[in-house]
């Protein structure tokens, strides 16, 4: 129930943020549905967890569930207050990809039932891995947003221009440099934590861990781009989104075409 008044909710939002491209008051309208979005599926989220006892991050349903609303939350603060001619874009941008995580939630892919976790899976660090992997990926989703922007307009298109061009830049990056830290800790360190108190080993190349090791790989490159070799825009953009891409793929095509410990049950 909670999940279906955050979609309705979402579809709102998308509809007043495009709206807000040429009526800045219905930015209000799309901040209000986005509030509401976040927090029904949040309270989506609390009830599950009651209802098992335990944190619900285990499963498919449920960690798309919070990648949307984390999702949610990161375009509801940007784009409060925000009067530069980036910000519209870039909230419509979130708001779609938070619309398509949890269309996907409602889809059979994801199967609604409630289970409580098997044993190996009842850890602290099980969820702090989960919750941080996907703050880490919301916020390259922003940055994807961004990036997709940039690809969108070039440098010398007369729909901004070059002014646009490096705010978008900016932006990509920024989101970058908070999304890297939370995913090295979510997804690596902690992962690798859990790994062992689990499976009594800290890495063993299962394919969801290989691949989130490659998505860590081609976030460090973007930086070392960024940071040594100071190039900034579309080679950077083309990094992002093909390290977005590794993210998706890390989450949905390890879970459907290889199989490993990582995969929802």
Known sequence: MMASIGFVAIILAAIASAAGMFRAKAEFVSSIALAIAALALFAQLGLRSLSIGFPALTG????????????????LVYGIGKKNPAAPGLRF?????????????SSPLAPKTVQPPMPALRSAWLVAHVALSFIGEAFFAFSFVASIMILSRGKNSSRGGAGAFK???????????????VFTIGALIFGAVWAQSAWG???????????????????????????????????????????FACTLFTFFGVNFLLAGLHSYR
């Open 60 to 75: 498919m349903f449920e960690s798309l569930v919070f990648y949307s609303a984390t999702v949610c939350v990161i375009a």
């Open 167 to 181: 705010q978008y830049d900016r932006l990509a990056y920024l989101s970058v440099v908070v999304g890297y830290p």
């Open 201 to 243: 080993r800290w890495w063993s190349w299962d394919p969801k861990e290989t691949w989130a090791l490659v998505t860590w790989f081609l976030y460090t490159a973007y930086l070392h781009v960024r940071l040594i070799l100071k190039k900034d825009g579309r080679l950077l953009a083309w990094i992002n989104v093909i390290g």
């Open 93 to 105: 941008g979130m708001i779609m990809v938070a619309l398509v995580l949890l269309a996907l939630a």
